[in-house]
C-alpha cells in the first residue's frame, strides 16, 4: 500500500473531544449518543459515536488561528449541551467516569467496533476511557516524522498538565492518570518508536496492514502519530480536562511546541535523541503523580519537578507563542500550574463531599456554567 501524506497547511489545528453523556439522575454513563448525535446535524465540524453508546467525539473543522477553535468548541460544546439536555442528558469531561463499570456499557453498533470487540475481547470492553487528541498540521511525511521524534520527550509533560482520571470502578487508584494504563491494554498503543525517516514509517504501517494486524492506520493508538489523510502531527496523549479552557491552553502549548522544533528541523540543529527508557519513566510519573513527581532529564543524569520541567518547556516555546499570538491561551497553562489538574480537583471534590456522585453532579455543573458564562 502506498501510504501518502497529504498537503496541509502548517500548525492549522483540529481538536477532538470524548465527551461524557451522564445520567442526571444516577449519575452514571447514560447510553444517548445516536439520540444527541441525530439532533445536532448543523454542526459544521464533526459529532460522532465512540466505541460505547455512552460517548461521544466531537470534532472541530480545520482551524487557523487559537481564537477560531476557542470559538468552534464553545459553540459546539453549547449545541451539544442543549440536545443532550433534551434528552435528559448531562455532559461531564474527564478521563474516566470514576464509578460507572465497563460491563454496563453498551456497543456502538457499527461494523468497525463489532470487529474491533472481537478481535481484542475484554481488552475492548474496558475500553471506557476518555482523551483529547490535537491534530497539528505538518507540511510533509518526512518532516512530520523529524518532528515527532523530537516532541516524543514532551509527550509526559502534556500528560502531566491534562491528567484527569484518578477514580476507577469506585476506587481511588492512586494514579493521577488511571486512562493512560487502560489505554495501554491495546495492542498497538503507548508511546510510538523513533523513525528513521518517513519511509521506515511507511514500512511499519504497510507490515501492520499486509499481516492483519490492523485493518486502518486509525488502529494505531499510539500517544502521537502522523495522521497521512488529514496531514498532521496527531498528539493523543492527554486525558480529558475537566474544561474547555484548559483543552485551549494544552492545545495552544501543543501548536507552539510543534513550531518551534519544526523550526530547530528546518534549521538542521543537530539533536541527541534522549533514550526511550527516560521518556517511558517520566510517563508512569506523569501518570502515577500528575504535576507533584519529577521528571528524569533528557541527559538522564538528573530530575527535576516536573513544574519546573514544563516551566522550561514553556520558555522554550516563548517566541514561537509571541508568533502565534496565543499568550492568552498559554496564560491558562501556567493556570494549571499555579493552581490544580482536573485529577486533583476530582480528589479534593470527593473528600469535600464524600460521594463520587457529587463530584459528578458538581464538575458536570461547572462545565455547563462555563459554556453559558462564554456565550454571555
Same mark, same amino acid.
Given at each position: ?71 468552534? +468548541? ?122 528513521? !525517516? ?10 501492520? +496492514? ?28 492527554? !486525558?480529558?480536562? +475537566? ?93 494549571? +500550574? ?39
Amino acid at each position: 500500500m502506498e501510504l501518502k501524506f497529504r498537503p496541509s497547511e502548517p500548525l492549522t489545528l483540529g481538536i477532538e473531544l470524548e465527551i461524557q453523556l451522564i445520567d442526571p439522575v444516577t449519575l452514571e454513563l447514560k447510553h444517548t449518543s445516536t439520540e444527541i448525535i441525530e439532533g445536532v446535524q448543523e454542526i459544521d465540524g464533526t459529532v460522532k459515536h465512540e466505541f460505547f453508546l455512552s460517548n461521544l467525539e466531537l470534532n472541530t473543522p480545520v482551524c487557523r488561528t487559537m481564537e477560531e477553535a476557542e470559538r468552534r +468548541l464553545y459553540e459546539d460544546m453549547s449545541l451539544i449541551m442543549k440536545e443532550a439536555e433534551r434528552h435528559d442528558t448531562l455532559l461531564w469531561l474527564a478521563g474516566t467516569h470514576p464509578f460507572s463499570s465497563w460491563r454496563q456499557q453498551r456497543l456502538t453498533d457499527k461494523p468497525r467496533y463489532r470487529m474491533l470487540a472481537e478481535r481484542l475481547g475484554i481488552v475492548s470492553r474496558r475500553f471506557n476511557i476518555f482523551g483529547l487528541h490535537v491534530h497539528v498540521g505538518i507540511g510533509d511525511g518526512q518532516r512530520c516524522v523529524d518532528i515527532m521524534n523530537r516532541v516524543l520527550y514532551y509527550l509526559p509533560h502534556l500528560l502531566a498538565l491534562s491528567v484527569n482520571s484518578p477514580f476507577w470502578e469506585g476506587e481511588n487508584t492512586g494514579l493521577h492518570s488511571y486512562r493512560t494504563k487502560v489505554l495501554e491494554n491495546l495492542p498497538i498503543a503507548g508511546l510510538p518508536f523513533y523513525f528513521k !525517516d518517513w519511509e521506515e514509517y511507511k514500512s511499519v504501517v504497510n507490515t501492520y +496492514l499486509l499481516t492483519d494486524t490492523i485493518t486502518t492506520i486509525r488502529e494505531i493508538w499510539w500517544d502521537m502519530r502522523p495522521h497521512p489523510d488529514f496531514g498532521t502531527l496527531e498528539v493523543r496523549i492527554c !486525558d480529558m480536562p +475537566l474544561s474547555v479552557r484548559e483543552v485551549l491552553a494544552i492545545t495552544s502549548l501543543v501548536q507552539a511546541l510543534v513550531r518551534r522544533i519544526g523550526r530547530d528541523v528546518d534549521e538542521g540543529l543537530p539533536y541527541t535523541r534522549p533514550h526511550s527508557a527516560i521518556t517511558r519513566e517520566n510517563k508512569w510519573r506523569a501518570a502515577r503523580y500528575g504535576l507533584d513527581g519529577r521528571f528524569i532529564t533528557a541527559d538522564g543524569r538528573h530530575t527535576l519537578p516536573v513544574r519546573d520541567a514544563i516551566e522550561r518547556m514553556l520558555s522554550m516555546v516563548e517566541e514561537d507563542v509571541k508568533a502565534l499570538g496565543t499568550e492568552s491561551y498559554i496564560e491558562g497553562v501556567e493556570g494549571i +500550574l499555579s493552581s490544580r489538574t482536573g485529577s486533583c480537583v476530582q480528589i479534593e471534590e470527593y473528600r469535600k463531599e464524600g460521594s463520587l456522585k457529587e463530584v459528578v453532579r458538581n464538575l458536570s455543573q461547572t462545565l455547563k456554567e462555563e459554556v453559558e458564562d462564554w456565550q454571555r
